[in-house]
Nanobody, 124 residues
Framework: QVQLVESGGGLVQAGGSLRLSCAASGRTFSSYAMGWFRQAPGKERDVVASITRSGGITYYADSVKGRFTISRDNAKNTMYLQMNSLKLEDTAVYYC?????????????????WGQGTQVTVSS
């Protein structure tokens, strides 16, 4: 089993940048494909980006393509989400999640392990 802790959220002006981190402990980090999800008030939890165990394949939601970059450092047991050109609609609680599935998946129910979330607020 893996434990996940997100960090790096905060308040930022529109157009600014933030980098989220997800630190993993427990079972071997490189065994897990990983994902970032977000949930805004009153909305469902949606995938933002996901990455395979090696980091060789990534997926991005259309809403963040070209602005966000997902990456991982298996030696440091950490996943990242670099968020640039932030928009008001990016405001949400951001969660990292892990799965032992081999194929990249964007479905939240495919991820059994979740962090506690970190708040990202983009102001005008």
């Amino acid at each position: 089993q893996v434990q996940l802790v997100e960090s790096g959220g905060g308040l930022v002006q529109a157009g600014g940048s933030l980098r989220l981190s997800c630190a993993a402990s427990g079972r071997t980090f490189s065994s897990y494909a990983m994902g970032w999800f977000r949930q805004a008030p009153g909305k469902e939890r949606d995938v933002v980006a996901s990455i395979t165990r090696s980091g060789g394949i990534t997926y991005y939601a259309d809403s963040v393509k070209g602005r966000f970059t997902i990456s991982r450092d298996n030696a440091k047991n950490t996943m990242y989400l670099q968020m640039n050109s932030l928009k008001l609609e990016d405001t949400a609680v951001y969660y990292c999640a892990a799965t032992l599935r081999v194929k990249l998946t964007t479905l939240s129910y495919d991820y059994p392990y979740w962090g506690q979330g970190t708040q990202v607020t983009v102001s005008s």
